[in-house]
């Protein structure tokens, strides 16, 4: 049993991973969300549930630290591409961004143009983004 207390969920820190699907260099986002954990202690891992690239990354990431007792939880939207098409991706993520974060992590590979989109946004919305280019 972890000796780590559980924090309020508005105690944790909040992070919002965005990321091309292409995205290959999962070490990258294990380290960053890793540094991250041992900085802020609990953390709130937001992303599109998207089965590859960043989201997928950053989804593993979480179980295995929830398996270790780690004080993770993560809080994944899909987007709706039955119901909006081509418009369902950035739908999604005007939506999670306006849920806030202490901080946006986007991967972007090849530009991107969701992730890049993505991280604009957030921006102009006055939120923290940190860009990993590859």
Not at 75 to 82: K, L, R
């Amino acid at each position: 049993m972890s000796d780590e207390r559980k924090a309020p969920a508005a105690a944790r820190f909040r992070v919002l991973v965005t990321g091309s699907r292409t995205w290959r260099q999962g070490d990258l986002i294990d380290r960053a969300l890793s540094a991250l954990r041992v900085e802020h202690g609990s953390l709130v891992v937001v992303h599109g549930a998207c089965p590859s690239g960043a989201d997928g990354y950053a989804s593993a990431w979480v179980m295995r630290m929830a398996a270790i007792g780690r004080d993770v939880v993560e809080e994944y939207y899909p987007a709706n591409w039955a119901k909006f098409g081509d418009a369902a991706g950035p739908i999604r993520n005007r939506a999670m961004v306006d849920l806030g974060a202490d901080l946006v992590l986007a991967f972007i590979r090849d530009g991107s143009p969701g992730a890049t989109q993505c991280a604009r946004y957030a921006e102009s919305r006055g939120l923290l983004v940190r860009r990993v280019l590859a």
